[in-house]
């Protein structure tokens, strides 16, 4: 297991944990072996959940934690608990045990407790947080969805090389085309601090990704852009609001066509097509989002996800260390 990706795993953030988190780890080396896991947390709770998904010893190691990051703890006091399952995986990565670190909890106190132990990428002012988003192609790279409310147009710069770089890490074959998220494709349209950022990016070559201009919400799924750069406000309310048109058409169509005999029928005659558009709007698919900007990826997976939710988490783990991700946006950076 010499060549293995080594992930550090926090057992006992989310819903439903450990039991989900080692039955992603069953999943996904169902098709996956070339990984190793550390797996951190209470060691009883994941050894019966091992034993129950019957995952082979050559896979893993557990390392016995006292203590746990509540989801109503403060990041402070997350912090303050240096024997929880999150302290110990990120603090494995910073020990160079493990390659990359992924949990399932709070997400302040992963945030914070990772930037107490882990350095920035240098010239790098602030992380980004940063997820997949479907288009009609096939996939975006959109971020801050939440870790900065205010940025300067240096941020939105970094951003944009941080979110190609990961993408060329998860599409290596894909052009990155990168987009600043704005109220108008004009360039006098929006805030100074956007408007300085796009004659900035425009005015430099970066061999990383094509800069594209602005782009306005209405036309983030058209695929003609696949990395779209903007701040952690717009961007997280941006996002809430697609999940929550997605449930919302999703229930809506299931509605649909659950009442009535001929929706019934109609529904059976389709149901191929409806199969197709149910994955396509699955969230467990796009789970794994990525805080960018330290020595290390930090992926954070959805705290209510199942277990096929996780199991995707680590798929992206494993194509952040193997795309070279943090040696791209290094090799990219400028001061």
Sequence with gaps: MSNSVVIAVDAMGGDNSPNKIIAGISHYLQKNKDVYFRIFGNKKL???QISKNQINNVFFEVINCDDVVENNDTPLAA????????????????DKKSNVIVSAGNTGALFVISKLNMKMIEN??????????????????????????ECDEKNFEDFAIMGAALHKA??????????????????????????????????????????????????IMDGDVNVIVTDGFTGNVALKTAEGTANFISTELKKALSTGLIAK????????????????LDP?????????????????????????????????CVKTVRGHLIDKIKKNISI
């Design 46 to 48: 994941i050894e019966s």
């Design 79 to 94: 912090a303050k608990k240096k024997n929880t399952s999150m302290w110990q995986a990120i603090n494995d990565v910073k």
């Design 124 to 149: 790098i002012s602030k992380p980004a947080l940063a997820a997949l988003w479907p288009n009609k192609i096939d996939m975006n790279i959109v971020l801050d969805l939440g870790a900065n409310v």
């Design 170 to 219: 998860l599409y290596p074959s894909d052009d990155s085309r990168v987009a600043l998220l704005n109220i108008g494709s004009e360039e006098i349209k929006g805030h100074e601090t956007i408007k300085k950022a796009y004659q900035s990016m425009e005015s430099k070559k970066n061999n990383l990704y094509e800069f594209c201009g602005y782009i306005e919400g209405n036309h």
């Design 265 to 280: 029928i109609s529904s059976l005659a389709n149901i191929s097509n409806l199969k197709r558009f149910k994955k396509r």
């Design 284 to 316: 467990r698919l796009y789970n794994g989002a990525i805080l960018l900007g330290l020595e290390t990826p930090v992926i954070k997976s959805h705290g209510s996800t199942d277990y096929i939710g996780f199991a995707n988490s680590l798929d992206v």
